[in-house]
């Protein structure tokens, strides 16, 4: 981390009054002060770091890669002699740049030869080495080196870009395996050693604890990152994160930095997540997910508060896609979910996880609190569309210029065909938003005009005076739940809250 010159100040004044004290010591004190036993406990620790190191690092490899120079389009046309205009001709005409900057224009490039580096380690005896997407993607050329010496050339690569894993096939004899442990089991503050080829140092060990699990740091689609303060630099990513068993239980993966370097942040994919990848990517090649068809979001203190639950119970379905699995089981916006297949369920990265490890085809229960009730529903799994992401659809139309808003920036009417014509929708009762003040709190949430407010809270809603009692007697302060379905017949909920 970079530090600033007064921090700097601050360091060498210490240092310096540290020095001054130890000049006013006697040589006898400080003798005595060396002569002082190392406590046992910290022998202990250092025999449980070396005996974790010893068991792990014959697994240990390091990964090369070399992406092979090739021929890209240019971009642009190319500009002939007589295009270029005269003055520049006769400024430049000796000047070697003018046919880079014109005649070359347009015409295809040469990128260079790219080489890689990372670590990796082996989880069957057969050659298989699991390492990060990111340090095998592309790659012409994968080179693995043991820890014993010998190199090898990979026969083959699959990936998962969405957790960021990947498996690496080699042919050797003679491996040895390192054991998956449980990163479940693992808690904010247990020891762990981090081992890898940072800058192209090989087999590197650092220590370090387990800071924070559940971690959203953005790399991946799913995120569940383990932190940890082990020393994690480029090179390290596809190392193993181990125990003091000498058991992996997560994937060096990015580090948290502003100097480039280690700042004392690093990200591990956890064996829960990377051990069930690999094992899709050793039988099938590919990784094949379950799907339920929901966005969630977590339970904070004013979500708990609206639907009768405790902070982190469940997942709060905010949105139900249509003709999704979710929608045929009956889920609703407003849902929380507590459990599925009888695992618990503490926010939006454990329903995740349970969700895409369920086999595709077969149904599991799923409890949920409704409008503080708990009922059983029965969901079945279907796979993850290839191309999985919550796309809006219909344009938002222009409000009726008579439009007056209330105090969360909507305009409501009891719907017409008149209405519903002007306003694009294809529903044919309800209560209707035709217009938002762009400047009020439901604009924020994304209201549109032309969405259907189906219930404000629990009560279920027909009419804009219907809507305007339900108003009256929810508690602003406390924030609002409108139940909305829009015009492309998602469903979905908004907390409005007017300060």
Same mark, same amino acid.
């Given at each position: 981390m970079a530090m600033n010159g007064h921090w700097r100040q601050n360091v060498l004044v210490i240092l310096a009054g540290s020095a001054l004290v130890v000049s006013a010591v006697s040589w006898s004190q400080r003798h005595e002060a060396v002569a002082v036993p190392p406590l046992p406990n910290a022998q202990d620790l250092s025999v449980a770091f070396r005996s974790a190191a010893a068991e792990a690092l014959p697994s240990i490899v390091s990964i090369q890669t070399t992406i092979k120079p090739k021929s890209v389009p240019g971009r642009g046309q190319a500009i002939l002699d007589d295009e270029i205009p005269a003055p520049l001709r006769q400024f430049f005409q000796n000047d070697p740049r003018m046919e880079e900057l014109f005649k070359n224009k347009g015409r295809p490039r040469t990128v260079p030869q790219q080489h890689g580096m990372g670590s990796g380690f082996i989880i069957d005896a057969s050659g298989v080495i699991l390492t990060n997407n990111h340090v095998v993607k592309g790659a012409d050329e994968v080179k693995v080196t043991l820890n014993d010496g010998r190199e090898f050339i990979a026969k083959d690569v699959k990936t998962d870009p969405r957790t960021d894993v990947a498996i690496v096939r080699i042919d050797a004899s003679d491996l040895k395996a390192i054991k998956l442990g449980d990163s479940h089991a693992m808690q904010v503050g247990d020891w762990v050693l981090a081992i890898g080829s940072p800058f192209g140092l090989d087999m590197s060990v650092t220590a370090g604890i387990i800071s924070a699990k559940?971690?959203?740091?953005?790399?991946?689609?799913?995120?569940?990152?383990? &932190? %940890?303060?082990?020393?994690?630099?480029?090179?390290?990513?596809?190392?193993?994160?181990?125990?003091?068993? +000498? *058991?992996?239980?997560?994937?060096?993966?990015a580090i948290a930095t502003e100097s480039g370097g280690y700042d004392g942040i690093g990200f591990a994919i956890p064996t829960h997540i990377a051990g069930w990848v690999s094992q899709q990517l050793m039988t099938a090649g590919e990784v094949k997910r379950g799907y339920i068809g929901t966005q969630i979001q977590p339970v904070d203190a004013n979500i708990a508060k609206q639907f009768s639950v405790k902070v982190r119970e469940g997942a709060l379905v905010r949105l139900v896609m249509p003709n999704s699995p979710a929608e045929k089981a009956?889920?609703?916006?407003?849902?929380?979910?507590?459990r599925l297949n009888g695992q618990g369920i503490t926010d939006p990265a454990s329903l995740q996880g349970v969700v895409e490890?369920?086999?595709?085809?077969?149904?599991?229960?799923?409890?949920?609190?409704?409008?503080?009730?708990? &009922? %059983?529903?029965?969901?079945?799994?279907?796979?993850?569309?290839?191309?999985?992401?919550?796309?809006?659809? +219909? *344009?938002?139309?222009?409000?009726?210029?008579?439009?007056?808003?209330?105090?969360?920036?909507?305009?409501?009417?009891?719907?017409?065909?008149?209405l519903a014509k002007q306003l694009g929708t294809t529903a044919t009762a309800g209560v209707v938003i035709a217009g938002v003040d762009e400047r009020g709190v439901a604009a924020l949430s994304g209201l549109k005009s032309g969405d259907l407010i189906e219930k404000v809270g629990a009560q279920a809603i027909t009419t804009a005076e219907e809507y305007e009692k339900a108003m009256a007697q929810s508690s602003k302060a406390d924030g609002l739940v409108l139940h909305i379905r829009s015009t492309n017949g998602k469903k979905f909920f908004v907390v409005l809250k007017v300060e």
């Amino acid at each position: 981390m970079a530090m600033n010159g007064h921090w700097r100040q601050n360091v060498l004044v210490i240092l310096a009054g540290s020095a001054l004290v130890v000049s006013a010591v006697s040589w006898s004190q400080r003798h005595e002060a060396v002569a002082v036993p190392p406590l046992p406990n910290a022998q202990d620790l250092s025999v449980a770091f070396r005996s974790a190191a010893a068991e792990a690092l014959p697994s240990i490899v390091s990964i090369q890669t070399t992406i092979k120079p090739k021929s890209v389009p240019g971009r642009g046309q190319a500009i002939l002699d007589d295009e270029i205009p005269a003055p520049l001709r006769q400024f430049f005409q000796n000047d070697p740049r003018m046919e880079e900057l014109f005649k070359n224009k347009g015409r295809p490039r040469t990128v260079p030869q790219q080489h890689g580096m990372g670590s990796g380690f082996i989880i069957d005896a057969s050659g298989v080495i699991l390492t990060n997407n990111h340090v095998v993607k592309g790659a012409d050329e994968v080179k693995v080196t043991l820890n014993d010496g010998r190199e090898f050339i990979a026969k083959d690569v699959k990936t998962d870009p969405r957790t960021d894993v990947a498996i690496v096939r080699i042919d050797a004899s003679d491996l040895k395996a390192i054991k998956l442990g449980d990163s479940h089991a693992m808690q904010v503050g247990d020891w762990v050693l981090a081992i890898g080829s940072p800058f192209g140092l090989d087999m590197s060990v650092t220590a370090g604890i387990i800071s924070a699990k559940g971690r959203n740091n953005k790399i991946t689609d799913r995120a569940d990152f383990l &932190q %940890t303060d082990a020393a994690i630099n480029p090179g390290n990513s596809g190392g193993p994160l181990i125990n003091l068993r +000498g *058991e992996v239980i997560g994937i060096n993966t990015a580090i948290a930095t502003e100097s480039g370097g280690y700042d004392g942040i690093g990200f591990a994919i956890p064996t829960h997540i990377a051990g069930w990848v690999s094992q899709q990517l050793m039988t099938a090649g590919e990784v094949k997910r379950g799907y339920i068809g929901t966005q969630i979001q977590p339970v904070d203190a004013n979500i708990a508060k609206q639907f009768s639950v405790k902070v982190r119970e469940g997942a709060l379905v905010r949105l139900v896609m249509p003709n999704s699995p979710a929608e045929k089981a009956g889920v609703e916006p407003g849902d929380v979910i507590l459990r599925l297949n009888g695992q618990g369920i503490t926010d939006p990265a454990s329903l995740q996880g349970v969700v895409e490890q369920l086999s595709v085809g077969k149904s599991y229960p799923l409890e949920i609190i409704r409008d503080g009730k708990r &009922q %059983t529903l029965t969901t079945t799994i279907e796979a993850m569309p290839k191309s999985f992401a919550v796309a809006e659809s +219909g *344009e938002e139309t222009d409000a009726p210029s008579d439009s007056k808003f209330d105090k969360l920036g909507l305009d409501v009417r009891t719907l017409t065909k008149d209405l519903a014509k002007q306003l694009g929708t294809t529903a044919t009762a309800g209560v209707v938003i035709a217009g938002v003040d762009e400047r009020g709190v439901a604009a924020l949430s994304g209201l549109k005009s032309g969405d259907l407010i189906e219930k404000v809270g629990a009560q279920a809603i027909t009419t804009a005076e219907e809507y305007e009692k339900a108003m009256a007697q929810s508690s602003k302060a406390d924030g609002l739940v409108l139940h909305i379905r829009s015009t492309n017949g998602k469903k979905f909920f908004v907390v409005l809250k007017v300060e």
